[in-house]
Every structure is written in C-alpha cells, then in structure tokens.
T-cell receptor
Framework: GAVVSQHPSWVICKSGTSVKIECRSL??????MFWYRQFPKQSLMLMAT?????????EQGVEKDKFLINHASLTLSTLTVTSAHPEDSSFYIC????????????FGPGTRLTVL | GQQLNQSPQSMFIQEGEDVSMNCTSS?????WLWYKQDPGEGPVLLIA?????ELTSNGRLTAQFGITRKDSFLNISASIPSDVGIYFC??????????????FGQGTILTVHP
C-alpha cells in the first residue's frame, strides 16, 4: 500500500520550453501533496504544498508563476516548470499524504529534469 | 524556523557492524519519520514514530522518539551491503502554519564494505 508514482522519471528539454511532471497516489486518496526539489548530495527542499481543489501554498523564494502546481483530484497533482532554464535542472520529488494530523508522507520515485 | 541536526553526516562501516544515527531539533515534533533514499530514487519510509518515548522496530532497524520530542535515533543492526544509501530523519509538527510539512535532516550517507 501507499504507492506514489511520478511521470516521467526523467526528461531533457530545451531552454525556454515548459515541462509537466505528474504525481499520482495509486492506492490511496491524497488530500495533500507536496513538491520537493533536491540537489546532488543535499536534503530535500520543500517547494510547495498542494491541497486538492485549492491553490498551492508556495515556500518563500519559490516563484509560483515559474512552478505551476495543479491538484485537480485526490490522486493527481502536476508540477509544470514554465520557460525552463538550465538552473532549473534538478531532481523533483513529490509526496502524498491523507492530510491527517499525524499522517505520513509517501514519496514518489522522483523526476530528473535536465534543461539544455 | 524549525531546524534538524542529523549526525553523523557519513559513515563507513564493515558488513555485519551495527550503525547508529540521530537527529535533534530546536523545537518539538509530533511525529518523527526515518527514510532511506537510494541514488536516483525517492525516499522510502522505514519507520514512523507518533508518540514520545515510542520504540519501534522494522526488521534490523530500530528507532525511538525521544521523551523530550526533540530528538530521535535510528539503529541498524548487522549491516549488509544493501543498507548502503542516504538516511534522512524528518519531523512533522501538526500546528500553526507548518501543518503537514516535514522538516528534514541533512542526511547520513552510509557506506558498507563487504
């Protein structure tokens, strides 16, 4: 149980294009999904919190117009990196939880984005 | 804001040895979680702790939620090569504007020599 998938697992794109990453909870309903970014040999950095049916809450310093998040259903959240640039290259990981007070976050396998 | 200090940053051990790592926080948490991350993959939940003083095992792994709610440790007994990876502690505070968010430690890189 508690399986989270991400698609694609890796993507290479040209500078200036937009990339969409999907995060799905496969066997449970995720009231809340989180998007993280991770640089090599570093810890996970929270970018935004996404609640089903409402606008995402972004962490300080994260551009909401750059990283568009949509959480249209209880099993799907998407992150769109708009007008990607090489500095956006990173490992993006989503997690999902049912949103209860002590609930655990279950992570997806991550998406490696490379912007040329 | 809340900060987690995880130590050690890295460990090099021989197969069969026991391993211990810990995390301390500047403030209290309601939940402590321990994750393992393999290269190029997402973190996988190892153990979740929900009560102060709780001691929980998962196979060769044992973790405890500190009485003060500001610390936790993870022990791995009789390490094997597949234990190699990065171990993260994470704390969850169910209150205020940080509701639902996890605060992560810096990670412990574990290398096991056969």
């Amino acid at each position: 149980g508690a399986v989270v998938s991400q698609h694609p697992s890796w993507v290479i794109c040209k500078s200036g294009t937009s990339v969409k990453i999907e995060c799905r909870s496969l066997d449970f309903q995720a009231t809340t999904m989180f998007w993280y970014r991770q640089f090599p040999k570093q810890s996970l950095m929270l970018m935004a919190t996404s609640n089903e049916g409402s606008k995402a809450t972004y962490e300080q310093g994260v551009e909401k117009d750059k990283f568009l998040i949509n959480h249209a259903s209880l099993t799907l959240s998407t992150l769109t990196v708009t007008s990607a640039h090489p500095e956006d290259s990173s490992f993006y990981i989503c997690s999902a939880s049912t949103g209860s007070l002590s609930d655990t976050q279950y992570f997806g396998p991550g998406t490696r984005l490379t912007v040329l | 804001g809340q900060q987690l200090n995880q130590s050690p940053q890295s460990m090099f051990i021989q197969e069969g040895e026991d391993v211990s790592m810990n995390c301390t926080s500047s403030s209290i948490f309601n939940t402590w979680l321990w994750y393992k991350q393999d290269p190029g993959e997402g973190p996988v939940l190892l153990i979740a702790l929900y009560k102060a003083g709780e001691l929980t095992s998962n196979g060769r792994l044992t973790a405890q939620f500190g009485i003060t709610r500001k610390d936790s440790f993870l022990n791995i007994s009789a390490s094997i090569p597949s234990d190699v990876g990065i171990y993260f502690c994470a704390g969850h505070y169910a209150g205020g504007t940080s509701y639902g968010k996890l605060t992560f430690g810096q990670g412990t890189i574990l290398t096991v020599h056969p």
